[in-house]
């Protein structure tokens, strides 16, 4: 331990990596419990939008395939519908106790993980895998979840600053039960190195 405190006190600033802003469009499952007449529970999976941005921070040289990441994001998800229930062979009104007010959830969400280069040049064009763990740790309602991010993306450099990127992902959510989604991340970053 006394080791590793002396290397990072004799250690010198970091000389690479980068910082970034990133956007965010994507879809996410969300449970919902509704009641018929009786007071009876149903539940159904519904497909429900998110949006978001983010800031990005970068661990490692612009020309190196593994590149860490950090994200903050602000994520916006949208409330579930009563017009999208399926209400199967059960007969009656359905209700589901929505609050007319309450549209969306605002979402603090931190990730960690890393890019990894696949094919092309890192100082060029590059088709990489986006790989994250996270969780959203500031939710209104006491909704915590852990957040896993996955998919193919693509980075092109515009000169030895910025480097524009995109990646495809698929996003897993556990708090409770399992929820899917997918999404797009598209982002422009800015090198220190």
């Known amino acids: 331990m006394t080791l590793l405190a002396t290397l990072v006190a004799l250690s010198g600033p970091a000389q690479a990596g980068g910082v970034g802003v990133v956007g965010l469009a994507a879809t996410h499952t969300e449970k919902v419990y509704f009641?018929?007449?009786?007071?009876?529970?149903?539940?159904?999976?519904?497909?429900?939008?998110?949006?978001?941005?983010?800031?990005?921070?970068?661990?490692?040289?612009?020309?190196?395939?593994?590149?860490g990441l950090m994200?903050?994001?602000?994520?916006?998800?949208?409330?579930?519908?009563?017009?999208?229930?399926?209400?199967?062979?059960?007969?009656?009104?359905?209700?589901?106790?929505?609050?007319?007010?309450?549209?969306?959830?605002?979402?603090?969400?931190?990730?960690?993980?890393?890019?990894?280069?696949?094919w092309g040049d890192p100082t060029g064009l590059q088709i990489n895998l986006l790989t994250s763990l996270g969780t959203a740790a500031i939710t209104p309602d006491s909704t915590e979840?852990?957040?896993?991010?996955?998919g193919p993306g693509i980075h092109y450099v515009l000169n030895k600053k910025y480097v524009v990127h995109a990646e495809a992902v698929y996003h897993l959510r556990y708090r409770k039960n399992v929820s899917h989604g997918g999404g797009v991340n598209v982002g422009v970053r800015y090198y220190f190195d």
């Not at 159904?44 to 190196?64: C, I, N, S």
């Not at 979840?145 to 996955?150: A, P, S, W």
């Open 71 to 118: 994200k903050v994001y602000y994520f916006t998800d949208f409330q579930a519908t009563e017009s999208s229930v399926d209400t199967g062979n059960i007969e009656g009104d359905l209700t589901i106790p929505l609050d007319p007010d309450f549209k969306y959830r605002s979402v603090g969400v931190f990730t960690a993980g890393l890019q990894w280069g696949l």
């Open 145 to 150: 979840f852990l957040l896993i991010e996955v």
């Open 35 to 67: 009641y018929d007449s009786e007071s009876n529970q149903y539940s159904d999976m519904q497909l429900r939008p998110t949006t978001g941005f983010g800031l990005e921070a970068l661990l490692g040289d612009r020309d190196d395939r593994l590149i």
